[in-house]
């Protein structure tokens, strides 16, 4: 293969924009093959925008033989369905975050890509933002030390009472599958555990501020690392002005990401633990130096993602994101919201029953028929493919 052929399925904002990037891209190793959705009037629209074949579903699209890989752009709950749809025609998989609503078909869906041995990227664009990815590479390098503390606050996904009325699935259980933690903060989850780590145990709040709807719209969440090093999580749509700041804190040093911005606090001692046992002073803190960090010229944008997807499917490249870090994302939503609404702590990893379990004794007790039910949809296409549902 010389150049990688794209489906995209869901012809929506975003698929259309995937669209829209990868033909203004005029890549000599990848192009816009064709495009699927199940509202047809979109498919065509998409398609003759572009001068590609449009079709009526994914599963049609992944027949035709006119594609290599597919990008999906559905709603949350189709994800994993089609990712295993396009794994057993042997197609490359570019899945839209998040990867799943609970990680039962999530790690299903990933699976069946590793069995297949075709890959599966996620596009979280945000890793190329020149902060993130500035911070990202200083603490590998230890530039703040070992770590104990990471924060992350994302209370900058304002949304209004009109935005969730703009569709039915919006702000629904089984249409959605959630609320802020689904569908605004993945990015800033998957940025928590791709420079964090992952936590070993989770303890949170989750509730509904304002807004009109049946999910979540605000998080809080404390995150158990073991041996000292603690996380903190903080995410709403309900909130202004707000704010999106990371903090990672270590022996050394402070790096605190906001703004476009990386700021750099470097203790003028060689350790917090070495001062805070040798030092004579009972409570001078060590000095300390701030800086402002230079960053790299790049952009977050999804082209990026895309191009790092076609180099590891042509020439074997590291991919952006993999299909298990969208399974870590998933690992920290899920975990939240069964200790949110469980109101108990939760180890990691999730138990996947127990979130599907949740899943419908929230839609049941705070559904309100506004949308259709996505996740039954789902559900059965994913019995169809697996002979049984994967929790």
Known sequence: MKRVRFGIIGCGVIGSSHARQIVQAKAGDFRLAAVADIRPEMAERLGKEHGVPWFKDGYALMDSGLV??????????????????????????????????????????VAECKKRRVAMGVMFQQRNRPEMRKMKDMVQAGAVGEIFRVQMICSSWYRTQFYYDSGAWRGTWLGEGGGVLINQ?????????????????????????????????????????????????????????????????????????EGGKLRLAKLNVLSIRKHLLGAKAGMRPPECTWRDVPLPNIRGSHINIIRAFVGHVLHGRPLAATGQEGINELELSNAIYIAGYKNKPVELPVNAAEMERLLTELARKHGTGKSENIRRRANAELKKLLGKYPA
């Open 68 to 109: 290599d890989a597919v990008i999906i752009g559905t709603p949350h709950y189709h994800h994993p369905p089609l990712t295993i749809a396009a794994a057993r025609r042997g197609l490359h998989v570019l899945c839209e975050k998040p990867v799943a609503v609970s990680v039962g078909p999530a790690r299903a869906a």
């Open 185 to 257: 903060a993945p990015h800033s989850l998957d940025l928590f555990q791709w420079i964090g780590g992952m936590p070993r145990r989770v303890v949170a709040t989750v509730d509904t501020r304002h807004h009109k709807i049946e999910v979540e719209n605000t998080a809080n969440a404390v995150l158990d690392y073991g041996k000292g090093k603690t996380g903190y999580i903080y995410a709403t749509t309900a909130e202004a002005p707000g704010l999106e700041q990371m903090m990672v804190c270590g022996d050394k040093g402070t790096l605190v990401a």
